[in-house]
């Protein structure tokens, strides 16, 4: 069974960077990866996604700011954050999905697999 284990997560200042790490426990054809956030009340949202490096969609609140990339060598997927703001604050979760989902892959409802979280907190 596939498992994701994410990394990275910790507590910046407004402006700040951080780098989310997401290792997959096995290679799995036919799937793309992503990364979702969700604050305690509200629903779990699309951050980004990517597919095997040929595309990728980004949340138009984080466009521009956040890159998600994929290394193949080692099962991971990355999420490079930068001039975070407050309200980027939330835990991120790592995700796969079927490719057959694709055009909809930033909708939780897509997803087959999760990680367990990491928390990103952005305070002055």
């Known amino acids: 069974q596939l498992r994701l284990v994410e990394s990275g997560g910790g507590s910046v200042q407004p402006g700040g960077s951080l780098r989310l790490s997401c290792e997959a426990s096995?290679?799995?054809?036919?799937?793309?990866w992503g990364w979702f956030r969700q604050v305690p009340g509200k629903d779990r949202e699309g951050v980004a996604t990517?597919?095997?490096?040929?595309?990728?969609t980004i949340a138009r609140s984080v466009k521009d700011r956040f890159t998600i990339s994929q290394d193949d060598a080692s099962n991971t997927v990355h999420l490079q954050m930068t001039n975070l703001k407050p309200e980027d604050t939330a835990m991120y979760y790592c995700?796969?999905?079927?490719?057959?989902?694709?055009?909809?892959?930033?909708?939780?409802?897509?997803?087959?697999?999760w990680g367990q979280g990491t928390q990103v907190t952005v305070s002055s």
């Open positions: 096995s290679t799995l054809e036919d799937v793309y």
């Open positions: 995700a796969a999905g079927p490719i057959s989902r694709w055009y909809s892959s930033l909708s939780p409802a897509s997803i087959s697999v």
């Open positions: 990517i597919r095997g490096n040929l595309a990728t």
